[in-house]
């Protein structure tokens, strides 16, 4: 199962964790990493399309970075290449021994 949000609060990602402990689930947790410069790029692109659910743009997407507990448990995943690569390279930590 994939589970799409920020996670950006240490408490809800404690109860995810707890959630996969209950039920026998491997959880494996990725945190998305790219320059703020090119969030923000992002994010206002989408906004501007008018085409994404998300409301995280400009402001609200700086706020919501500034507010990002620390999660080293997470493996840092560079979102800056392709979505392909991205994918690529998250397939492979999954294939890893560590994981």
């Not at 998300?54 to 999660?71: C, K, N, V, Y």
């Not at 979102?79 to 294939?95: N, R």
């Amino acid at each position: 199962m994939i589970v799409d949000a920020s996670w950006g609060n240490a408490e809800h990602r404690a109860q995810a964790i707890a959630v996969a402990d209950e039920t026998a689930s491997e959880l494996t947790a990725f945190v998305c990493r790219a320059p703020a410069a090119t969030l923000a790029a992002r994010a206002n692109s989408r906004a501007a399309a008018g085409t994404d659910a998300s409301d995280a743009a400009g402001e609200i997407a700086e706020t919501l970075a500034q507010r990002f507990a620390p999660w080293p448990e997470a493996i840092a995943v560079d979102t800056t290449p392709s979505p392909a690569d991205v994918a690529a390279g998250v397939l492979a930590a999954l294939s890893a021994p560590s994981v």
